[in-house]
Nanobody, 127 residues
């Protein structure tokens, strides 16, 4: 599966952005659990949010809980990340990732569990 993230940009603190990640290729999108990660300047890549194959289970990093929402549309082969109340510390390149699994309601929280990665989209939050 190929993943392409989009929707990044420059926003003021307190603003919102919606990231999308489209999957393509000879795949059954609903066979993959999905996640978002980010890598800020001078930092290691970190987990942001994850969602199960059928979308019934989600998990968030403490730093974004209550502000970000992950969702998926299996009919459109997309996973989204709605980001509200953005902070300067949210500035990073955001990556979507996918892991094929037979488990319908589990999510993955570490980058090592994901097999496929998109190229990333830059999010910059100004103060």
């Amino acid at each position: 599966v190929q993943l392409q993230a989009s929707g990044g940009g420059l926003v003021q603190a307190g603003g919102s952005l919606r990231l999308s990640c489209a999957a393509s290729g000879r795949t059954s999108f609903s066979s993959y659990r999905l996640g978002w990660f980010r890598q800020g300047p001078g930092k290691e890549r970190e987990f942001v949010a994850a969602i199960s194959r059928i979308g019934d289970s989600t998990y968030y990093a403490d730093s974004v809980k209550g502000r970000f929402t992950i969702s998926r549309d299996n009919a459109k082969n997309t996973v989204n990340l709605q980001m509200n109340s953005l902070k300067p510390e949210d500035t990073a390149v955001y990556y979507c990732a996918a892991d094929r699994t037979s488990y319908a309601s589990t999510y993955a929280r570490t980058q090592y569990e994901y097999e496929y990665w998109g190229h990333g989209t830059q999010v910059t939050v100004s103060s």
